[in-house]
């Protein structure tokens, strides 16, 4: 029986964050990702026939069959480097920081229809990834900290829309040690849509 050997974290962070480079493979991957959202925002819209479904079907299959050919070990991996939340990734729309110190963080971003819940709003579950991962941004801080979300607790206040701007508000508000309290808030214009607390620990040297 063969044993997985993990990373340590620390490493694992300093490796993924490192900015991505200005190279051709670079943009043409951010590219491809740009093309996978708004294909994931055609897919949801769409109800195509039975022979379009299939002929869409066996051309994602063979393109996934190219990327399968090149996979690479994580701390290779161009997806999700960089700066969390970026352009880079599709687990949540692309934020875009629009200010940060050690204390405070301002940012924004727009949905698609991929990211809808009902009814031309943001599912429940993206408002949390968006705050955890906004919420980290703020526990790395200006130091580079590398932290690990201990807990975090959304309150929706009011719906969420789809295809317009959010605004997102975060600052710690207390440090204890390698612990980070810290709140967020997203807001449509002048409506508050959700607020959420967290507490984020920083690693030690050897954790995964």
């Known amino acids: 029986m063969s044993t997985t050997q993990h990373t340590d974290a620390i490493e694992m962070a300093k490796a993924r964050r490192r900015p991505l480079p200005d190279t051709p493979q670079v943009r043409a991957y951010i590219r491809l990702i740009k093309e996978v959202s708004q294909f994931h925002d055609a897919l949801v819209q769409a109800s195509p026939s039975e022979q379009q479904l299939t002929e869409v079907t066996e ?3 063979s393109v996934r069959g190219v990327l399968e050919d090149t996979a690479v070990a994580e ?6 480097n960089g700066q969390l939340g970026g352009p880079n990734q599709l687990l949540m729309p ?14 924004h971003t727009v949905a698609n229809k991929y990211y809808m819940g009902l009814n031309d709003t943001m599912h429940g579950g993206v408002v949390s990834v968006l705050f955890d991962t906004v919420m980290g941004r703020m ?4 130091e580079g900290r590398v932290c ?20 997102l508000h975060v600052a710690v508000e207390k440090a204890e040690g390698r612990k980070r309290f810290i709140t967020g808030q997203l807001w449509h214009g002048e409506t508050l849509c959700a607020e959420a607390e967290s507490l984020f620990i920083e690693v030690k040297a050897g954790q995964q």
């Open 148 to 167: 690990r979300t201990a807990y975090l607790t959304t309150h929706y206040r009011n719906i969420t829309p789809i295809g317009e701007r959010l605004d």
């Open 139 to 142: 526990a790395v801080g200006t």
């Open 94 to 107: 692309p934020i875009t920081y629009d200010a940060l110190a050690d204390d405070e963080l301002r940012a």
């Open 59 to 61: 051309t994602l299959a």
């Open 75 to 80: 701390r290779e991996q161009l997806y999700g």
